[in-house]
């Protein structure tokens, strides 16, 4: 059986957990079970360790054999480490994929015997490009697929083909409502230091909050070394699987998500899958799936004192809380990630019409 190749091309292999490459991942996981022939690259630079290349190349691709270790990808999934993206290090294949603007130039240059060229786009990726470079990547000729509307307008406007729409979306299995009690008075936010991330907001919301409710439990998720920014009190899970996210929602009544800009945001829709209620900025990667006072309660982006007032509106007003609760139940399990898998298979092979798009 002459099994179709696919190629998703990554800058590196995160050694922590990460909500773009996961997307990635359960895309590649997918296909693989399909029974796809599915490799990822990655393109980690050698040259960024003191060793002999040789003893480099070694590591290196011994690591990403291991690597990630906080997702579970199937074994049949290759995984092999290149110094460069280019004609020669790359397999001939039917479909190959960039996966963020550090790919996308290199994958857009290799030859058409790689693969059909798609460009997986999650996020206006300007943090250390000018915004003209960005939207030239948006008019290499690949096929481009976004996770969100906004993206797909920009990207629309600089490529002659438009952009295909596949909202992210969430394992069901993973993130739902389990059968642990909730204090009222607790919440959760994800931590980066990233600015874009707007985490200092979200921090001192809560230190304001804090005074308000001193029973306040705060959890909070990253991947980085405890901060030295958190106060005392707040709890900190470094590294934290999906099963123990998922069970850290469960235990919180209020997610609070204080994002500048970002293309779609799945730790608030996760959140919403397991029953907390999520306090978010209006950063428009939310608006893909949050509804003020319908299904969350959104405040402007940089807003210390709306954020806090949201939250105290979640704790204060019940039957409130729990409209907002069941609604954002109901958004989550139309975000199923078997919906956006089958998407993401019937784009690169050319089968959308089926759905009518």
Known sequence: ??????????????????????????????????????????????????????????????????????FDLDKSIKRKN????????????????ATDIRTAIPVSGLDNQKGKKFYF??????????????????????????????????????????????SNSINLDVFYPQNIERSLHTVTFHYRSDSFKGCKYAIE??????????DLGVIVVGREVRPKELPSFFMYKQNASPEEVAKINNLSTVFICSSIVEGFGLPGLEAMACGSVLVSTSYEGVLEYAEDGV????????????????????????????????????TAKQRS????????EDTIFGKREKYGL
């Open 295 to 330: 299904n969350a309660l959104l405040s402007p982006v940089k807003d210390t004192e709306s954020l806090k007032n949201n939250v105290i509106k979640v704790f204060e007003d019940e039957e409130l809380r729990n409209k907002l609760q069941s609604n954002g139940i109901r």
């Open 205 to 214: 919301a809560i230190q304001s909050l804090k005074l308000i409710y001193e």
């Open 82 to 97: 290149v110094y460069e993206i280019k004609d020669n290090e790359i397999r001939d294949a039917d479909i190959v994929i």
């Open 337 to 344: 990630i078997e919906l956006s898998c089958r998407l993401f």
């Open 121 to 166: 786009i999650q996020g206006y990726e300007n943090w250390d490009h000018s915004d003209n470079y960005v939207n030239s990547t948006y008019a290499l000729g690949m096929q481009n697929i976004v996770v969100a509307k906004w993206l797909k307008e920009i990207a629309d406007r600089y490529s002659n083909t438009p952009a295909v729409l596949i």
């Open 1 to 70: 059986m002459n099994r179709k190749k696919i190629n998703f091309i990554l800058y590196d292999c995160p050694k922590s957990p990460n909500g773009g490459t996961k997307v990635i991942y359960e895309y590649a996981q997918y296909l693989a079970r399909k029974a796809y022939d599915v490799c990822i690259y990655y393109n980690w630079a050698y040259s960024r360790y003191k060793l002999p290349l040789r003893i480099r190349k070694a590591i290196i691709n011994a690591v990403v054999n291991y690597w990630p270790t906080w």
